[in-house]
DNA sequence: CGGTCTCTGTGCGCTTCCGCACATACGATC
DNA sequence: GATCGTATGTGCGGAAGCGCACAGAGACCG
């Protein structure tokens, strides 16, 4: 995480955000609050009333279901890219699962109350939200058929492609074990895949340190479900026209 | 399936619709048309501009993702209480999934661009729409985490509950081929599961008809998942006020 | 009534992943 | 630089599920 006072910190460095015009913006942006978010702070818990919703700019927040019996798993991940509490807009205003910062830095957060006021004025806030919603569920989609049909090895690299594409270097600061809790798996399963991509020299592995080396390797040994998420998330968030009716 | 003659159709039996206010009902109903949809109709493929929404009466589709080596996985299910083709209106227009009718039957359908009309005019219909696609996400979340830790024996059941919800009597039609197809596994596993639940009395099979005999024990048997699912669906879904802002 | 097709049941070797038990190695801290 | 906590590597036995091969059994049809 880099400081805050050394952060040049903007609203347009989450891309949600930044796709907005500029009518919308000067509206919106002297209500955003700028919050640090520390590695594995709960940002919402299950069944939560949600108050805000927050626009990560250099974080990763990881949406993880959490099981009676305390195995847990990754739903979606959400970074600059996107907004975390989509339940708030979409009217059930809480969601069964739990939203874990997996990698720090700070988000922007706005009241609901206030994107809702924006979404009655003209719509292109709501649009775009909905847009978004939709390329998470991309994401939730393809992580239940990733789940069930795809080895540990190819699911690492899909994750670490996800998360890399979330932030700006290449660098992840993650244990094996928050790893394995993200992709539902054992901690030594995880040791043993990132074990042989960094014996092809694809990362370097480090205590906690993740450094990516040859990412086209990556994306070849991924499976299929990486590129498709970033497919649909480019074709729906992308330069757009502002309203979709 | 119930011939069309005998069926004494009326939108109503869609509970999404059945929950619109009268003066909305007014409004749409006129230009609801009444379609069946015969078992293992596409009611759209993967990429597919959609130019209707579908509000199943007496069918279940599934929503499903076929990968590049053939092997699938079902994202999640509709029946009288959905909507088929959300992506329409999130402003996707497609998504990379199937959707597949799993049982026979009828749904009404109407136009995108109507629906976006009347969207424009007061927004309950779109506040009702996406409190139904926030079930549907938490559907998808819960088939992922499913996939992740739970037996096939455990993911048939709740899959036979979910089917069950999603029609009126305790009879379905469905060959095991299918299931396996739905949950992505081997249709033998399948077999194996579907044994059990008869040797304990819970259902009885034959030939591609399942009758259940024993819900209770059922859900006692399933994981959690279907009462997560069943549960967020009936909090979003049944009686709120129109408007959510 | 006999043939054929589809659906269901069963067995077997194999792979992947899990649970557990340790061994090691790094790094912060005093 | 000794110590301790945390992160990582490894090696079992066992369970679940897969791929394959094939056997029975109901349904449909001429």
Redesign the interface.
């Known amino acids: 995480m880099i400081p805050a006072a050394a952060l040049n910190q903007c609203p347009e460095q989450n891309l949600l955000l930044e796709s907005l015009s500029a009518e919308v913006r000067e509206r919106i942006f002297p209500h955003l609050e700028l919050v640090p978010l520390p590695l594995g702070q709960a940002v919402y818990e299950s069944g939560d009333t949600l108050r805000h919703v927050y626009f990560p700019i250099d974080s990763i927040v990881s949406?993880l279901?959490v099981?009676?019996?305390g195995?847990s798993?990754e739903?979606?991940v959400v970074g600059k890219e996107g907004i975390v509490g989509?339940?708030l807009?979409?009217?059930?205003d809480s969601?069964?699962?739990r939203a874990i910062v997996q990698s720090a830095g700070h988000a922007y957060r706005l009241l609901g109350s206030r994107l809702?006021e924006e979404?009655?004025r003209h719509g292109e806030l709501l649009?775009l939200m909905?847009?978004y919603?939709?390329?998470?569920?991309?994401q939730?989609?393809?992580?239940?058929?990733c789940?069930?049909?795809h080895s540990i090895d190819q699911q690492l690299c899909r994750w670490l492609l996800l998360s890399l594409d979330r932030l700006n270097g290449p660098d992840l600061v993650m244990t094996q074990e928050l790893i394995s809790n993200m992709l539902?798996?054992r901690r030594e399963g995880v040791t043993e895949a990132a074990g042989k991509l960094q014996k092809a020299g694809v990362i370097s592995y480090k205590r906690g340190r993740v450094k990516v080396l040859d990412r086209p390797r990556l994306e070849e040994l991924s499976c299929?479900c990486y590129a498709?998420v970033k497919r649909?998330s480019d074709?729906?968030l992308t330069s757009r026209p502002q309203k979709?009716?």
């Open positions: 949406l279901y099981m009676e019996s195995e798993a739903i979606s989509v339940s807009f979409m009217g059930g969601t069964p699962s809702k979404f009655n649009y909905l847009r919603t939709q390329a998470l569920i991309t939730m989609a393809q992580t239940a058929v789940n069930r049909h539902g798996v299929e498709v649909e074709r729906l979709t009716r």
